[in-house]
């Protein structure tokens, strides 16, 4: 049986890994809001686009 010590320092290193992998999701989660944010820009642009390319010329 491990020692608790062992335990100890296995719930050190776990909570470290936590910390980590919840940094690298906000990271995450921050760069997908910029992609959404740029794919709305797009959609934006392609339907502007077609909107113009319907209208008639005068």
């Given at each position: ?28 989660s ?29």
């Amino acid at each position: 049986m491990a020692s608790w010590k062992d335990i100890l320092i296995d719930t050190l290193k776990l909570t470290d890994e936590v910390k980590r992998l919840n940094e690298k999701t906000e990271k995450l989660s921050d760069r997908t809001l910029e992609i959404d944010k740029r794919v709305v820009r797009l959609e934006t642009m392609v339907e502007v686009a077609m909107k113009q390319r319907v209208l008639p010329r005068d």
